[in-house]
């Protein structure tokens, strides 16, 4: 039995942000999610098993929502006393063998995992590490004091990989902080194998650090436009729901839902660039449980889409066709809303409206008709 820890309770301070990096968003997702599914993929982990601060389960489950794993626990005040808290979590379970990974570092590169388990036949622990190839001096603020001999050193990754009982021990027996679980092991003269690392393994902790790994990413994603447009009519006795804000006016939108049309409109065009038919295929108006329903929970839905499929929104627009009521005074709340639901940065969204100089029904003030595009990041 394989089991790995996610390790997800640090702060993270050189960050530099209100939110630990591991909660910054990577292309659209958690990077620790991000790092959870290249822990599982392959499929060598029976158990995954979070760590994080105290007080942050539910957090870290909403994030991991869809994967397998147990329910994470909370680690303590240092990197150390969080390992040993998710061995003892793990300890019922008895597994061979763990893996220790952060959960700021999202890219495990291919065959990895596999060499680290194939190292443990002969070690009680391995780890990814790679040769140092700059030039390494030791100074102050006064300047250089030496340079250090680079030759043997090694930059130590994650996931670290280790018999489970030997780590455990060494924990146990640790009577000072180490810099990672392998050097728990170099103090009991336990042999750690190197394997080796890779420059993609790139551990956050500078916001250029995640600029990086996106960058790394991107290559993998392909461009999609979508576009969506609906009409809708305007009647009395009902509420006027623009991209899900009420807007005061003396008639409102007929329709099955809440008739947003703004809402619909992005829905359709998240839909088709994605390649999954439009907002009815998803939710029929024949069905009476979407009887006047929230247009909120539909663009949740085609957001959770993107995600689903790996992929990113790149931006939206959507534009409002009407003659009254005036759309400028509402539309920053629009968009506030819109990036709300989406999960997104507001910058990323855009609203506004224009009219048909009194021609046709939008014209005649018979309804009001919306259309909306969007560009999405998909993986190929």
Not at 30 to 35: K, S
Not at 221 to 239: A, C, N, S, W, Y
Request: net charge negative.
């Amino acid at each position: 039995m394989i089991a790995a820890l996610l390790m997800a309770a640090g702060r993270g301070e050189r960050f530099g942000a209100p939110e630990p990096k591991q909660y910054a968003l990577l292309l659209g997702r958690p990077v620790l999610r991000v790092a959870a599914e290249a822990l599982l993929e392959g499929g060598h982990i029976s158990h995954l098993q979070p760590v994080c601060a105290a007080g942050e389960e539910g957090r870290i489950a909403a994030m991991l929502e869809g994967l397998p794993h147990l329910p994470p626990v909370a680690g303590g005040a240092t990197r150390q006393a969080s390992v040993k808290a998710g061995l003892a979590a793990l300890a019922s379970l008895a597994p061979n063998v763990v893996l220790v990974h952060d959960a700021a570092r999202p890219i495990i590169p291919p065959g990895t995992i596999a060499a680290l388990l194939a190292a443990l036949a002969q070690s009680s622990g391995a780890i990814p590490a790679q040769p140092v190839s700059d030039t390494l001096k030791r100074g102050s603020a006064d300047g250089i004091e030496e340079t250090v001999p680079r030759a043997g050193l090694f930059r130590a990754q994650t996931p670290q990989a280790f018999r489970f009982a030997t780590l455990r021990d060494a924990h146990d027996a640790a009577t000072a902080e180490a810099t990672d679980d392998a050097q728990l092991l170099e103090w009991r003269g336990e042999r750690v194998a190197l394997i080796p690392g890779h420059e993609s393994n790139i551990k956050i902790t500078f916001p250029e650090d995640l600029t990086r790994v996106e960058a790394s990413l991107l290559p993998r994603l392909m461009p999609r436009i979508g576009t969506g447009f609906d009409v809708h009519r305007l009647v009395e006795g009902r509420p006027l729901v623009l991209c899900g804000i009420t807007v005061p006016h003396t008639l409102g939108l007929e329709g099955h839902s809440d008739a947003d049309v703004g809402i619909h409109a992005l829905c359709d065009a998240i839909y088709g660039a994605l390649a999954e038919g439009d907002i009815g295929r998803h939710f029929p108006p024949s069905q009476m449980k979407w009887k006047d329903a929230d247009s909120a929970q539909f663009l949740i839905h085609a957001a959770g889409r993107i995600a689903a499929r790996g992929g990113m929104l790149v931006n939206a627009d959507v534009t409002l066709i009407c003659e009254q009521p005036k759309i400028g005074p509402h539309a920053q709340a629009m968009m506030v809303r819109l990036a709300e639901l989406m999960g997104v940065e507001v910058k990323r969204v855009g609203v506004k409206a224009t009219t048909t100089e009194r021609l046709g029904f939008t014209g005649r003030g018979e309804g009001i008709a919306a259309q909306a595009a969007v560009s999405l990041l998909i993986p190929d």
